[in-house]
Every structure is written in C-alpha cells, then in structure tokens.
C-alpha cells in the first residue's frame, strides 16, 4: 500500500501546482480585458459604485492591464518553477483584487473571485516553487544600469524643470525621461534653454545605451540557449555548471548504452556529426559539436574538472588523438577506451589510456566461458583487466 500511496501523493501535488499555475494565469488574462473594457468606461456600477471616484475607476482600468502583464510573467515564472514568481504573484494577487474592487462593474466581480481563489492555492504550494534566478554580474549591472537612468532623468528633469516647458510634477520628470530614453519623444515636452537641451541629449545617449546594453546581456543568453538547443549543443551557461562528469568523445556504436549505463551521473558528449548531436540531445542527452581532437572542445566541457573521460567509437586512430590531447590537457584524469580492433590495444594505453578493452575479446572470452557453464562474468572481465600486454 506504500508503494501506491508514494505516486498517488505525488499525483496530487502535481495537479495541486498546476491548479496555483491555472489559476494565476487566468487571473492575468481577466484583469488584462477588465483593465481594457473599463479604461473607456464612462459610469461606475457595482456594490461600490457610490464610493468609487470615476477617475479612480479608469485608473485602476489602465493599471489593471499593466498589473494583468506582470501576472502573465509571473505565471510563466510559476510554470519554470521559480521562487521570484511565487513573490511576484504573492504581492500582485492582492493588487489585482483591489483593483477589480476600485474599478467597480459588473465585469470586474469575477476577477475579485478569481483573485481570491488564486491566492491560497499558491501559498499553499510555495515549496514547489523552489528554483533560483541566475542572474550574472553583466545582467544585474544592466539592469541598475536601466533603473539609473530612470532615476537620474527623473530628477535632473524636475531639478531643472524651469529649463523645460511642461514640467511640474515629478510625473512630468519620468514621462519626460521615459520617451526620451525609449526614444519614443512625442514633443509634448521640450526644453526651452540651451543647458536643458545639453541634459536632454545625455538622458537620450545613455538610455539609448542601457538599453542596447540590456538587451544584449539579458537576452542573448536566451537566443543563444534556443540556436544551441536547435543545434543540439549545450549553451555556454550549462558548460560552466559541469563538474565531476564524464566525458564520452566520438559517436559509436557504444555511445547510447555507454550513456544509459551512466545513468543519472553528469555526462556530456562530444561528436562531430551534427545530426547524431541533434538526435542525442532530443533525447536528453548533453552534446556539444566539435572535433574530439581538438583542445577547444575539450576546453568547452571544463576537462580539467571532470571525472573520466571514456573513448568508444568505431576509430581506433580517432579514439588516439582524442586520448593523446585529452592526456595532455588534463595529466591526472582517468580516461578508458575501447578497441575495435584488438591489435589496437596497446596503441590506446601508449596514447595515455589508463584502462583499454576490446568489446570483442571481452564479448567472445564472455560467450565461451557461459558455453563451459561459468556464470561469473566479474571474474572474466578482471582476468581480461590482468592481461599482460
């Protein structure tokens, strides 16, 4: 009865995760059309209509879209599993409830429902959103780069807001500085002096700059995870995760049970061909595409940090190199190979293999010792380690 209870708890706190997921991104979508529907809205209905100002209402219509953006993003975040979604949504949940309240229809009561439904299905789950933003050092300093521009062309702009025509509050200052970095700039908000134009064009330069910048940093992460992933390469951020894994260099035919016998052990593989790369990464296996040979692919996948490095494929001269190279850049590491062809045996150990077998030795030496009635393997392949070459 264990063993049944183990999956169907499992079961259970699954559909519960997805049911906070659901939940949050239906909450999203509802207060993105309220929001829409009642921006224009010209009356107040609702139980709160007498109580609610007509510009609170169409306030709360355009925040509510905004507010209902960053609820589809936390959502997202939700379904990666990450605890800053689980925060965000936490902290916007409520706002989408007071905001369904303030805009006060007929249309807004579901989103108050659905808000408060969605709330405690997601604190009840927070342990399952466990997972961590990895942000790098270039991504937080993009964005305090973004935020600083914000700040320093809010303030300068209402410091100097004599120097411009349409500046008062310091709403004016971040729209003025929002349109200008964006480079958006409507013209609704100009400066009138030479020393107002001189600071209009450095909060241009830089936030025209920042966001180059931003772009760049936190997006071609993304890019280049997709292309390598369409590739069938590991992107430059899971290479620097690697530590204390395996190493299989070539493709042949003991690549996959190689693999499989590793099973749950960090492994990565590196093939030249970059179809069979695709096809081992389709099925979840770590790839990268080069020529085994080489340093600089034996460099990509942190050689110097791996455990062993393991020489299968159909090429004894290949599986050589290979051994030669990854010898060389890595003098401690313990590295085993295969042989195709048995005459090659002692080729690989002088390449600086440490353990060398021929599966076809092994296979024949393992088929007659079953045929005379010995059933221990183990024994057979530690006669075969023991060979004096």
Known sequence: ??????????????????????LTA??????VVTGIVNIGATTVAGPLAKYVPMAAARTAGFTGTMTGFLMLASAYG????????????????????????????????????LSGLAMPAVLLNRRYFGRHVDLTLTQMASLAAIVGVHIYGTVGTYALREEFGGVNTPLDAFYFTLVTASTVGYGDITATTQFGRLFSMSVLVIG????????GTLLGPLIEARLATALGNMSD????????????VGYGDLTEPILESL???????????????????????????????DEEPLQRVHIERAT????????????????????????????????????????????GADVVLSPSVLGGRLLVESAFGNDDPERVIGQLLNIDD
Do not use: C
Not at 94 to 111: H, K
Not at 208 to 215: D, I, P, Q, R, Y
């Open 208 to 215: 025209v700059a920042s966001f180059g910048v931003a772009l």
């Open 78 to 113: 939700l379904r990666r599993g990450y605890r800053s979604a689980w925060y965000s949504t936490v902290v916007l949940l409520p706002v989408t409830a007071i905001q369904g309240l303030v805009q006060s229809s007929v249309l807004s009561l579901p989103l108050v429902i």
């Open 308 to 351: 062993a490095l393991i020489a299968a494929t159909n090429d004894d001269a290949q599986d050589a190199l290979s051994i030669l190279t990854a010898r060389e850049l890595n003098p401690e590491l313990r590295i085993v190979a295969a042989a195709t062809d048995r005459e090659n045996v002692r080729k690989l150990r002088r390449a």
């Open 237 to 248: 951020k899971q290479l620097e995760l690697l530590d204390d894994h395996y190493i299989v």
């Open 26 to 31: 239906s909450v999203a979508v509802l207060s």
């Open 263 to 293: 099973g749950e052990r960090a492994a990565v593989v590196i093939t030249r061909d970059p179809d069979r790369a695709k096809r081992l990464s389709d099925r979840g296996f770590e790839v990268i595409t080069g020529d085994p040979s």
């Open 1 to 22: 009865m264990a063993g049944q209870s183990e999956p169907k708890h499992g079961h259970l706190s699954l559909l519960r995760v997805r049911a906070a997921v659901l």
